[in-house]
């Protein structure tokens, strides 16, 4: 037996002692010996020459190995099919002198790196040495190649992990967030974190986007709409079981208001109700569309309409001419038909005829007024499709000559003043007594609408007209309560309730608890919700209801009274004012810097003496306060510092989180470092230039630009987003996070966690490596401190260069710049240039010709299509539409004749043309050549004599 037949034997048996055995057919390649590059990865100067191909029947030499697809050397020659199809052919590898250093029984391959090459058996990845000796079984699903620091990645049972030389498991098993990490050499090691799409729920459950599952969108309270990899529609519910099945093209989500969902599918359109039930399947809908928010137009066939009701049941059909005269007044449809006006109002269960002749004059948020043929008021319809017309109508109908909605009420009015108010069940509210007072004086408007108060307070105009009413209050039930003794009577409720934002506080009360106070000569009188005045005597003054109190004044003394009328002693201060429920802050002097302090009037004693250069308003039992400048802080209602007086200043996200500003001088207050502090004191972000905070989807939001954290409303949890996107979806918040970067060392632990930075490798002694983020270009050691910091502009550092480089466009001209590794700029040049290598580098002039350079960054040599790095004096070279080499001095060495080239490494260098590649010397001389003949791939020598296959297929002719 020859000897390489004997290695090959040896070989397999080896690979079948492991349980292995070559698969029936191998990862085949194509017949053609130059490879696609992914579009862009050719273009760069740095890179090589241009070519958009890379070597194919031949790869490019690494660790003096290079990888070769052949006739597998576990098949009979004789049995390969000789039709091109790279049938039975396997990979192995040559060394850098064309020889079989390792015979082609593998899959597939990958180059070696560091004395290991990936290769696949029996659908297994392990690795070889670069004698073809198995280092690491084939055991992985996909592997990534070793990098220098003695580990590589691997993939198994749908994990990556790190592995070492001998196929161990090293360092921490990733997050499940993790769907990639790409090792690169240098010491510590570049690796670059992918992460899946992330679904995050309120209570911490994570799940991941690559299930075959997206949510889209919520619906409703409890449900999502969400989209297959098929791009079909359902809907989970929050345990993301499917509720809806995922047939539909699309499916919108309810509105805010109760409002159905639409969804299109293989039966049509169809409305969903809030638990996702379709409604309306077998009404042939071709398309769906709201009318406001009581009515659904359904398309049919033959363009004619369904009207469909909030809840989808049919309530009118319309042809296509009733469709196009119809309109909508609020949630009321008008249409034409048969010479009569028709009306779909809410609640009704069919189109209600209101007549001929009719038109509509005026409309306010569904009242619709309606006219006849001479412009009279004849009929008046209601939000809830109640007709007045005709013996239904009151009697002053027609002497409607303004509306306006107020809090939901239909107040109508004449030249001469108010007529009436009306609800939507058309009931006129205002008793005969309070219609003739309301025309005789001023009625107003209250500043809170609560069911069943009072509709407005009557107060005296410029003309009394000889009513002795006095002021008083519109009742709910249309009477009044007055007293002539009332000269005005005012709300104590609502008019100074705020929120956070400045907006008027919603309010809480009920009608009951509404308080009024009518001025009388005797001093102000206490009035229940009825207008009925309350067991207080008269005093000289009453304040707005605050925290369920207010301040009153008699008798030269302040005191605070509750809605009985209950009251409570205050000590003989200068001014209070109610800040909490039963809690007042105080001053005693009029001093223009006297101290606020705080008092209890319940429990009648002193909560904090004066103190405090400023105390805010108390929600939820904490309020921010000021001891002087920059000493802002947080306290509770015992006067405790919950965040410590050391601030600039503090201001409420919501009841649970404050936004603190740090303290200090600063030259742009916009700018000033804040952070988020929640109720209990806890930071919950760093401090940030510039820190925003906001409420989305029921969570805070707070960023700076560069950084984000979604903090939960009770200001329990914030998790830092750094630089991933988010969509807040009810319970659960759609994480996206871009490719991360950081250095590993060789026990696979993290010497530099990832950042969003753009990071290279490290290289040289001591070691550096450029990084470049928000703040600019630096390079840093290998512990992430910043060693020289890079002037502004977008800096490379490439392989094999001791420089760095900026590229850049001044005054319309392309320009280089170099700098050494102290940050500092040595030199300019013209064009876009290619980092040195030998003391040579290559500018791509304005006429897109390319020169080399020399140390000193002048043009030396003549010009050419494309030039690449100078590698062992010689540079690939791109003229007359076919590549070669040029020495150092531009002339050149190797003739053009090749579709792509390799740069030289060890004396020797890759070529390829359409039909062949070769393993070329620096003098151009053939060592080994793969070619197609007979339909199979062979490798031949230098002096062309066939080194494999060691014969030819049966059918072969040769």
Known sequence: MKPSALRITRLACALAALGASLSAQAQYGHSSCLDDLPYGGFSHADAGTGSPYANGCIRALSDGRAAVLLPSALESAGRAPGDGTLRRHAWGFLDQNGRLAIPPIFEAAGDFRHGLAPVKWQGKWGFIDTRGRMAVRPQFDAVQGYAEIGLAVATQDGRQRLIDRRGNAVGEPFDPGVIGLHLQDGVPALATVEYKMEYRSSTGERRFGDTGIRLAKLYGKDLYVAVTDQDKYGLLDKDWNWVLDPVYQDISAPGEDGALATAYGPRGAVLLD???????????????????????????????????DAAGA????????????????????????????????????????????????????????????????????????????????????????????????????KDGGLLNVLDGDGRALLQPEAVQAAQEMALKQLPLDVPGGALGVLSQGHCHCGSDTGAGLVLADGSIAADPSWSAVIALDGASDYDDYGRPARSELKAEQLRYAAETADGMRLLDASGKPMDLPAQQHIGAFRHGYALAYADGESRMIDRDGKTYALPDYFET????????????????????????????????????????????????????????????????????????????????VWRVQQAGPQPDEYTRPAALFNAQGRALTAFLPGLRAGMDDGAIVAGDGKRRWIVSPDGADALDMEDATYARLGDWMEIRRAPRSGYLDARGQWQIAPGAAVAGTFRGSPARALLTDDDGARLIDAQGKTVAALPAGEWSWPRDSATLLRRYSAAGKQKTDYAGLDGKVRFTVDGHASGYSEGFAVTQLSSSAMRAID???????????????????????????????????????????????????????????????MIIDPAGRQVARVAMECGVRALYGSHNQRLWPLTLPRRCRR
């Open 274 to 308: 809030a638990q996702g039930k379709p409604i309306g399947e077998d009404g042939g809908y071709q398309d769906l569309s709201p009318l406001g928010k009581a009515f659904w137009s359904a398309e049919l066939a033959r363009g004619s309409y369904a009207i469909l």
């Open 314 to 413: 049919p309530v009118a059909k319309l042809n296509a001419d009733e469709a196009y005269g119809s309109r909508r007044y609020g949630d009321t449809l008008l249409y034409p038909s048969g010479g009569r006006l028709m009306a779909l109002a809410p609640g009704l269960a069919e189109p209600l005829a209101l007549g001929a002749g009719l038109s509509a004059a005026a409309d306010d948020q569904g009242y619709v007024l309606f006219t006849n043929a001479e412009s009279i008021p004849a009929g008046l319809l209601t939000p809830k499709g109640v007709w007045l017309h005709g013996a239904a109508a009151p009697a002053w109908l027609a002497e409607i000559g303004r509306m306006e909605v107020r809090q939901g009420k239909l107040w109508l009015f």
């Open 577 to 656: 004012d109610i800040v909490a429920p039963g809690v007042v802050r105080f001053l005693e002097t009029a001093a223009e810097d006297a101290p606020w302090g705080l008092y209890d009037f319940l429990a009648g004693k002193e909560i904090s003496p004066p103190r405090y250069r400023d105390i805010g308003e108390f929600q939820d039992g904490q309020a921010v306060a000021s001891l002087g400048p920059d000493r802002a802080g947080v306290i509770d209602l015992q006067g405790r510092w919950i965040v410590p007086a050391s601030h600039h200043g503090a201001e409420r996200v919501n009841a649970q």
């Open 855 to 917: 140390a000193k960054g002048a043009l030396t040599g003549p010009a050419f299509d494309a030039l690449g790095p100078l590698r062992e004096g010689l540079a690939p070279v791109y003229t007359d539409r076919a590549y070669g080499y040029a020495d150092a001095h531009g002339r050149l060495a190797i003739l053009p004749a090749y579709d792509t080239v390799s740069p030289f490494r060890d004396r020797r260098a890759v070529v390829s043309t359409m039909d062949m590649s």
